[in-house]
């Protein structure tokens, strides 16, 4: 009977450590994966909503105290006929209304180079930046091509953060007024988030 008890005992014992084994190199497989499906509600994602986004873009590239300054050209840029190589970093005020006294609702942070030999052109790379309301804190990015001489130009919209997270859209870009110095943009952002 001892014997039998042992052998039990013996036996237990093995498939207690096979499953330890088994848990342990599971759980080094998991841990080494690079990818795994994920609940959508584990993110506390539930229906996901279309919003418009209306508001002022100063770009001011001159005066006292510019947000918009060029840091950055190629060799051929001041002979280029579309400043092709030109490089802007700007921090401008997002606000309700046209005019820069207007309350800020956000600012725009990022690049623009100018990016096409043939056609005045720019590369955008932004992040709207939000300070008001219930959007405060959180950000769009946008990445895509301007064409500042069309009336009415598209870029997307392509992530986010905060209330944006998973963002995708499109921003619609129209010139409200441009002088040597200032440039406002009127934007309407349409964006899907949760």
Known sequence: ??????????????????????????????????SQKLSQKTFGLKKEKLSHLHFYFHDILGGDHPTAIRVAEAAMTNTSKTAFGATVILDDPLTVGPEITSKIVGRAQGIYAFADLNEFALLMVLNY????????????????????????REMPIVGGTGLFRFARGYALAKTHSLNATNGVLEYNVYVLHY
């Open 129 to 152: 930046v939000f300070v008001e309301g219930k959007y405060n804190g959180s950000t769009l990015s946008v990445l895509g091509r301007n064409a500042p001489l069309t009336s009415v």
């Open 1 to 34: 009977m001892g014997q039998q008890i042992l052998q039990i005992h013996q036996h237990n014992v093995a498939i207690y450590f096979i499953i330890l084994l088994s848990s342990t190199l599971l759980h080094q497989a998991q841990a080494h994966q690079f």
